[in-house]
């Protein structure tokens, strides 16, 4: 499952197998990463004062907010509020 994550400080602390990270911007306005979870990671519980911006590419990601759980496929674009 990969995911681009778009955010300006949302960086989660991964549990589980390892989530696998590739910076494609990082300056003072914004942030811009490929995350790839192998199945059974999880980024674990985090919040954000900025808004985040997610894009799944491939695969099947589990989304869990105060609002539910979404299982997104390929395709699905999720802006989560800071």
């Not at 306005?29 to 199945?39: C, D, G, I, R, Y």
């Not at 059974?40 to 808004?51: F, K, M, V, W």
């Not at 911006?53 to 390929?74: K, M, Q, S």
């Given at each position: 499952?990969?995911?681009?994550s778009v ?16 910076v ?13 979870f ?5 980024s674990?519980s985090?919040?954000?004062l ?6 799944v ?10 609002a539910?759980?979404e ?10 509020p800071?």
């Amino acid at each position: 499952m990969v995911l681009v994550s778009v955010a300006t400080d949302a960086r989660a602390q991964p549990t589980g197998p390892p989530v696998q990270e590739q910076v494609a911007l990082d300056n003072d306005s914004v942030w811009v990463a490929l995350l790839t979870f192998p199945p059974g990671s999880a980024s674990g519980s985090h919040s954000s004062l900025d808004p985040e911006l997610g894009i799944v590419v491939d695969g099947e990601l589990t989304l869990v907010t105060p609002a539910g759980r979404e299982v997104l496929a390929p395709g699905a674009v999720r802006w989560l509020p800071g």
